[in-house]
């Protein structure tokens, strides 16, 4: 371009070098954006070589882009652009963000303790899980902002067994349209199925797995088993030693799925007091369309490999001799839950003085100690109902006690937070039940015992 060259004369040759190739990059950026625009059609007569480019609009680009309009095809024939959706997130990340996303409800519903353990969870999780929550909910927007308006009007609704769904969960990852998920099922060994996100997995993989060794020249004893005599030995292990091996390869995985697994193992948890009756286990077993293993992670149950545990303070002002100086004591005293298969349960309620680590070891129905009561227990989807809590070594008493908690499985684990909704002294003769203030009461938290198992 003449006249940009002449207007800097003063200026050094590093300088005019510079402005010639910005030039030339700015031609090049502006051919590929016209032949897009264009998409395929042949280019007008009124577009020449000689048109100087400039970083400003010059007064007859409309011109210009006008003679093009006339010349290229009509909107209805021109290719539409595919829009580029967002990668799948990854499970970390995916759980990371679930965490994000409960610590939101947590702070709107002013429940600000559980909310900042919550945002700390999530951020340990992954610091970016703000960027990914923020996109997330921007994508779902605009596509719902974008979807044709349906014929009927649709109620949407989350309930427990959709929102615990992995189908549910997959369905909301690959960014579909919104409503009930369609959960994958694919056929495991044995009679059983693998349904939810492992589903696709499995049904992705070839049937000629094995175990290979990680050193080519070293062999590996165990693929010479027949899968028939590892199944034998994977049913004598608890379900955490089964995942374990699980995680080894592919082939480990597929074994682990064997319906054989895992149906004694439902079926020996989701018995009374877990469930109504004996026939609920196969309403169960159809509700999750025979997959044994997602029954056992997904479906609520009380844990008996362990023991609840609520660690509760308060203050207590104290008395000193110098009156210029306030004194204040932080009381701590422990309340545990101990559940067994019979309905029977025991409840506890310790001072400092008696750590768990002295009381989980002695924790029995035969204990006798000063707030030790036993009663009885069953689940109603997930609350836990506690009756009858009585004093064993008192015969006569005029008063029982009950309780109420949520069974609820966050932040990590399943199953391992009991909330309370209700506290109440009850009156034996009259039946008569008195609520009791639960001021200083924290949540129960779940603590696997070794030997309970």
């Known amino acids: 371009m003449p006249a940009a060259t002449t207007a800097v004369t003063g200026d050094s040759d590093e300088l005019a070098r510079f402005r010639q190739q910005w030039l030339e990059e700015l031609r090049a950026k502006k051919k590929v954006s016209a032949n897009e625009e264009v998409a395929g059609s042949a280019p007008s007569a009124s577009t020449s070589a000689d048109v100087p480019a400039h970083p400003h609009p010059h007064p007859h680009s409309s011109q210009q882009r006008g003679s093009h309009d006339a010349s290229s095809p009509p909107p209805a024939a021109r290719k539409p ?11 970390a990340l995916q759980r990371a963000v ?52 349906p014929a009927h009007k649709v109620h949407h609704h989350k309930t427990a067994s959709s929102e615990s769904a992995t189908g549910h969960l997959a369905y909301e990852l690959e960014g579909l349209v919104l409503g009930p998920a369609r959960t994958p099922v694919a ?11 492992l589903a696709g997995l499995v049904a992705s993989w ?34 955490t030693s089964v995942e374990r091996f699980a995680r080894v390869n592919r082939k480990a995985r597929v074994l682990t799925l064997d319906a054989s697994l895992w149906r004694p193992i439902a079926k020996t948890i989701y018995q009374p007091p877990q469930v109504s009756d004996d026939e609920a286990f196969d309403a169960l077993v159809l509700k999750y369309m025979m997959d044994y293993r997602r029954l056992y992670i997904e479906h609520p149950r009380v844990r008996y490999d362990g023991v609840y545990i609520a660690v509760c303070h308060y203050m207590r002002n104290g008395v000193g001799e110098n009156v210029w100086v306030n004194y204040s004591h932080l009381i701590t005293y ?8 019979d309905g029977q ?26 707030g030790l009561f036993v009663g009885n227990w069953y689940l109603d989807g997930t609350e836990v109902r506690i009756d009858d809590l009585m004093d064993p070594g008192t015969d006569a ?28 002294s009850v009156h034996i003769a009259t039946g008569e039940a008195t609520p009791l203030a639960l001021k200083n009461e924290r949540p129960f938290w779940f603590s696997k015992v070794r030997s309970y198992a």
């Open 81 to 91: 652009v595919p829009r580029v959706t967002p990668a799948p997130m990854g499970p």
């Open 98 to 149: 679930d965490v994000y996303r409960k610590a939101i409800l947590h702070e709107q519903r002013s429940e600000l303790d559980d909310a900042l353990r919550l945002y700390r969870t999530a951020f340990r999780m992954d610091p970016n899980v703000d960027r990914a929550y923020h996109l997330m909910e921007d994508e779902q927007q605009r596509r719902a902002t974008t979807a044709p308006a």
């Open 187 to 197: 056929h495991a060994r044995g009679d059983g199925f693998v349904t939810g996100m």
């Open 206 to 239: 070839s049937d000629g797995l094995s175990f290979e060794p990680e050193n080519e020249q070293e062999g590996i004893p165990i693929k010479t088993m027949p899968d028939e005599i590892l199944l034998l030995v994977l049913r004598r292990l608890d379900h």
């Open 334 to 341: 422990y309340r545990y839950l101990r559940f067994y298969p």
């Open 345 to 370: 349960v025991i409840s506890l309620l310790a001072n400092e003085e008696h750590s768990p680590s002295h009381v989980i070891p002695v924790l029995k129905p035969t204990l006798r100690m000063k």
């Open 397 to 424: 008493t005029r008063y029982s006690f009950q309780m109420v908690l949520e069974l609820r499985s966050r932040p990590l684990g399943r199953w391992n937070r009991l909330d309370f909704r209700g506290y109440d």
